[in-house]
Nanobody, 116 residues
């Protein structure tokens, strides 16, 4: 059974930073594409960042230059370093893992709130 456990969300002031983590179990994450999506109230879920099994990355336009996605295959973990946060980044952030066969799994989500 695949399980994704996210951590690191919380409340941060504008301009601050947070680091999200997502640890996968039940799947060989080194063979998977991993990443993050987010969903704000009343909005559709959107891409934040993905990282392929070879380390290639892609980012949503609104976070480029501020967020960095990375992975540690030995720990089955993907990270999202978020800098220069603004209120527009507030959302529930979801970890996503897509296997080589196309199966996709989601974490339960972690809330990020940006407010002074």
């Amino acid at each position: 059974q695949v399980q994704l456990v996210e951590s690191g969300g919380g409340l941060v002031q504008p301009g601050g930073s947070l680091r999200l983590s997502c640890t996968a179990s039940g799947v060989f994450s080194s063979r998977c594409r991993m990443g993050w999506y987010r969903q704000a109230p009343g909005k559709e879920r959107e891409l934040v960042a993905i990282i392929t099994r070879t380390g290639s990355t892609d980012y949503g336009l609104s976070v480029k230059g501020r967020f960095t996605v990375s992975r540690d295959n030995a720990k089955n973990t993907v990270y999202l370093q978020m800098n220069s946060l603004d209120p527009g980044d507030a959302a529930v952030y979801y970890c996503d893992v897509r296997t080589a066969t196309g199966a996709e799994y989601w974490g339960q989500g972690t809330q990020v709130t940006v407010s002074s």
